[in-house]
């Protein structure tokens, strides 16, 4: 049972609170968007004079939008050759192709800038603080007009079904970044030319029960963040597999009125049992929320997320085991003021069905037709609203030995 909530009055994080074009914004925030600004004005008139030379008057008015927003691809030999080759090229002709060539490898080294989409590198020494701090301060508004999926693997290590991510990522290369947290020292083996090359973030590590998991969460969100074009961020781990193609699961989710994060009320020991006094004033038990881990939530709640000063404490205080951060740390704090965003389910499916303190773990024989059509047929769910839709776009757990019978299927299941 979920209850219905009001925000309370008394909330004393430090949140951005200003807003432009639905993105939060803080004070620092709209000092960066300023400087950006002016950065993007000058390059909009460097970029302008180029076009003129380059295509004349007719087409001087391109929109600084396109040479902003559009993702250029790399330049190719042949790419401004005019279409006759029946005469040699006179000497304006030469001229006008000498200018689109640097006009063109403006436009790659500026792409190359950090500032230019508002990232930075992963082989950062910042602290989480300081992390945290940077994320908070990226525009709100992206450059780039293609919104990103950010996926954020939590590993023990290897990523074992690595190559059925490979082959489920081809093709859709400028809608998904990847983010990586591993064991500290741990460095995945990965060939130079996969999707997870050079994906993994700076790392601590983690501890299953302890708030050192909801840390490496927060850890994955500020990284992810620091990319202005994730607009959606889904956190995974290594035993998940994808269900549903990627196209299918990039318009669910970019075209979702709601974050798929889980807020039972749950009764018993489980739930509210683990529960302590000590988390009020600003947690009541009837606030008290519970949820898998794996989340998925817009840019808009991972940034109150990284930047909680209030929720975050008491839970690192308080919640020890037999009360699990993971669990109802994210469902706790964000149910209180933004109930009505979140679609109370996961995107990602789980099997409790045999009982223990963890989910069942699939093996090679386990792996079928059924099974997958079973999991990715389940529509008992609501979609903005409507209900009989798809619910679960991943699954979990799945051993290492599942690769080769899963790869099998993987063509049929995934189309």
Not at 107 to 128: A, F, P, V
């Amino acid at each position: 049972m979920m209850l219905e909530l009001q925000p309370r009055t008394d909330f004393a994080i430090e949140l951005p609170t200003s807003m432009l074009n639905g993105k939060l914004m803080t004070p620092k925030l709209q000092s960066v968007k300023r400087e950006g600004t002016v950065k993007v004005v000058t390059l909009f008139f460097l970029s302008l004079l180029l076009l003129l030379i380059a295509f004349g008057t007719c087409l001087g008015g391109l929109s600084s939008l396109q040479l902003a927003r559009t993702s250029f691809p790399p330049p190719e030999v042949n790419s401004f050759v005019p279409v006759s080759h029946t005469h040699e090229d006179t000497e304006e002709e030469k001229k006008s192709i000498s200018n689109e060539e640097i006009l063109r490898d403006y436009i790659i080294q500026l792409k190359s800038e950090e500032w230019y989409w508002g990232g930075t590198s992963l082989h950062h020494n910042m602290s989480d603080e300081e992390l945290f701090w940077k994320a908070s301060s990226v525009a709100g508004e992206p450059l780039n007009c293609v919104s990103k999926v950010a996926f954020m693997f939590l590993t023990k290590g290897p990523l074992p079904l690595a190559p059925l991510w490979e082959a489920y990522f081809k093709g859709n290369e400028d809608y998904y970044s990847i983010y990586v947290h591993t064991v500290p020292g741990y460095t995945l083996d990965v060939p130079s030319w996969s999707v997870f090359h050079g994906r993994q973030i700076p790392s601590q590590a983690v501890q299953w029960g302890d708030i050192s998991m909801v840390d490496a969460e927060r850890r994955l969100l500020g990284n992810a963040i620091l990319d202005s074009s994730n607009e959606r961020f889904i956190l995974l781990s290594e035993t998940c597999i994808p269900l549903h193609s990627f196209s299918t699961f990039y318009d669910y989710v970019i075209q979702s009125q709601h974050s798929f994060v889980g807020v039972m009320d749950e009764l018993g020991p489980y739930g509210r049992g683990r529960y302590t006094i000590k988390m009020k004033p600003e947690i009541s038990l009837d606030q008290w929320r519970k949820a898998p881990q794996w989340f998925e939530v817009t840019r808009y709640l991972a940034l109150y997320i990284v930047t909680d000063e209030t929720y975050y404490p008491k839970f690192r205080n308080f919640c020890k085991p037999p009360c699990y951060s993971d669990e109802h740390y994210i469902p706790t704090f964000l149910s209180i003021y933004f109930g009505s965003q979140l679609a109370n389910r996961s995107l990602t499916a789980t099997d409790w069905s045999r009982g223990g303190p963890h989910p069942t773990m699939y093996r090679n024989n386990d792996i079928t037709t059924n099974l997958l059509n079973r999991l990715r047929n389940n529509s008992n769910c609501f979609y903005n609203g409507n209900p009989g839709h798809t619910c679960y776009f991943f699954a979990r757990k799945f051993s290492r030995d599942t690769l080769e019978p899963l790869q099998q299927l993987h063509h049929q299941a995934l189309n």
